[in-house]
């Protein structure tokens, strides 16, 4: 990633599968996202939530607000719609909604800043006269 262009967002489930929002609808991918950032969303301690996220990411999926003629890039994306299902989930706990601003702040950006470091020293090492080997697996 180089920072100059949108990133795509979407929310997994228990097995890994990755809803995600764009103009043609809501997608389920079990791959394609080896590459991404992942956020964790459930604390521990969450297990009763945990056994319902599936059918609630399921069941929510399926609602009207994500027909592919209601997408909208600025306004009605990717992100509207990872955002409004932890909004949703949240308001099943009884707890407040999140902004876009509280959202970013709160998940994404620490997150986000992490990986930008990892992903600059990379490019770093990468231009110098460093040769990056992966580590052999520890014998089990």
């Known amino acids: 990633y ?8 979407g929310i997994t489930n228990s097995k890994g599968v990755v809803y995600n929002y764009d103009q043609e609808g809501v997608h389920r991918a079990g791959s394609g996202w080896e590459q991404c950032i992942s956020i964790p969303l459930v604390q ?19 609602e009207e607000a994500w027909l592919p003629h209601r997408y909208e890039e600025q306004q009605h994306n990717c992100y509207t719609f ?32 992490e990986a930008s470091r990892y992903l600059t020293l990379h490019q770093e090492l990468a231009h110098s006269d460093f040769y990056i080997v992966p580590l052999p697996e520890q014998e089990q």
Do not use: Y
């Open 2 to 9: 180089d920072g100059h262009s949108d990133l795509h967002v």
């Open 44 to 62: 521990p301690g969450m297990a009763e939530l945990l056994q319902q996220w599936d059918d609630l990411l399921e069941e929510f999926s399926l």
């Open 82 to 113: 990872a955002l409004a299902f932890v909004n949703c989930v949240r308001w099943g706990r009884g707890r407040e909604p999140l902004s876009k601003a509280q959202f970013t702040e709160r998940f994404l950006i620490p997150h986000t800043r």
